[in-house]
DNA sequence: TTTCATTAAAGAAAAATTCCTTTAATGATT
DNA sequence: AATCATTAAAGGAATTTTTCTTTAATGAAA
């Protein structure tokens, strides 16, 4: 089948799951002063087999040296890199509750590119209030300061119930990714990219296996 | 092929993947006294073929009936179960940092079958304290405190770094599966169930789609 | 210098997953 | 009562992803 469009994104979403913990592992590496790493490294670290790791590089610019592996070094370069992780973007993020808060602590979010420039909320025993050096405002000031900062992405971390108003809001003031972290599908306009992330899909399936009494890591 | 003990596992983990958001989106249904719901209203729910749900429930004791679906009573009923969510199981939570402290919040946890009946921390400051109603203790009580409880998971949000550690302990004092929230993959003994819950990799996804201005939602 | 073992890379095969097609059932409509 | 349209279910095709196999390169050891 012709595919016009579609054929842009070439790297598998298996293979971008991954490689975040490739460069977790390259940097950790890079630290204890490891120059080179093979691909059977790795694969031993994560648990997978040794050509998947190959595979996944593959799609970077990095080349292996032959019975020596990768350069520690440049493969976190290229793997910052390749993942968007050197190139800060802006995020709103609505609703500063438990989850919120600790998003916005996390010094790990700004690391990979991501800089949670503002947060909101409903409640005002938070509002006024800074998180990690994050503002929290109320959520109708939600549209002055998107237009003054340049911000692409919005994190959702409101109860569920809410998230489609958030959602809602979000895209009208020019966001163009959305993170949720509630259970709730999301409607938004197609060129809108939404990625999901549902903890509670991780407990079911640590559930199945250990009533199945399996043993997998994955 | 013939698979002896893999086949114990027929459930593809994408479609458990999946199932937890059927079963909140049934939830809702039943709270607004809908009665039945069909596939393709599902389907349209989480932007996936409907085909994809009837096979994911196929996979459940629910069956639905021609022209009208899944009764949504019986669904919620159904998944909870399936999921394992009607069971409580008891957990550690070790590391109440930010995003440990955001988990002890999380009702939704209890609500799915997990009960985190207490933390832990090395850091004086915390130790003692209560966080929604769980004591956190100091990381030495961890013996004897797993031998009281029936504990069975552990969830780790220490920092990366201390995740080896903190596994380590956990399998030594009988944990059978494991909630690894750093980014850091653990080395655990093959009968211990490890579940990696990596957020940064769902970032990469992000960034990935919108620097290829793709437009999926998935 | 020669042999050996380890490795990356590329391609093929296998496995897993998603998507499509067909069938049969049945509530709603006429 | 007859027709129609919607739906679940089952099977198979297509696609995606993983695993296996082969090849060539090269550092280390003999
Ligand atoms: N806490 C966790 O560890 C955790 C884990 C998995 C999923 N989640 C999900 O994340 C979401 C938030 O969970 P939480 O535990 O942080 O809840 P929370 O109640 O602690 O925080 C929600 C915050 O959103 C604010 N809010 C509500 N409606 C709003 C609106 N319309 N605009 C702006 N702010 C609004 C509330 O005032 C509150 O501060 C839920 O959907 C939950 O299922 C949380
Ligand atoms: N905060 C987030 O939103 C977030 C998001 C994604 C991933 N993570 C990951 O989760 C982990 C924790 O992140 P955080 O932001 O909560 O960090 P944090 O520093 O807020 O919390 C870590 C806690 O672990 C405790 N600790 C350290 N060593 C310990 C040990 N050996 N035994 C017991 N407790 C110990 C610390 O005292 C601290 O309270 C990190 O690996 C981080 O990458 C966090």
Request: aromatic share 8%.
């Amino acid at each position: 089948m012709v595919q016009s469009s579609k054929k842009i994104q070439v790297v598998p979403e298996p293979t971008i799951r991954r490689m975040p913990s490739y460069l977790a592992f390259a940097e950790g590496l890079l630290r204890k002063g490891q120059q080179f790493v093979s691909s059977t490294q790795i694969a031993n670290y994560m648990n997978i087999d040794p050509t998947q790791v190959t595979k996944d590089l593959s799609y970077t610019a990095i080349v292996g040296k032959t019975r020596v592996g990768y350069e520690v070094k440049a493969l976190v370069e290229v793997l910052s890199e390749f993942l968007g992780f050197t190139v800060m973007d802006n995020a709103f993020l609505v609703g500063a509750g438990s989850l919120g808060s600790a998003l916005l602590h996390d010094s790990g979010l700004s690391h990979f590119g991501l800089n949670i420039v503002a947060a909101f909320d409903v409640n005002s025993s938070t509002i006024g209030k800074k998180i990690n050096d994050i503002e929290v405002f109320h959520i109708d000031q939600f549209r002055d300061l998107s237009q003054e900062m340049n911000v692409i992405m919005g994190i959702i971390t409101v109860p569920a119930e809410n998230a489609q108003t958030v959602a809602d809001l979000m895209v009208a003031w020019g966001i163009k990714a959305i993170w949720n972290f509630t259970p709730a599908r999301i409607k938004v306009p197609d060129d809108i990219i939404v990625q999901n992330t549902t903890l509670y899909s991780n407990l079911a399936i640590i559930f199945n296996k250990l009533h199945n009494d399996r043993k997998e890591t994955r």
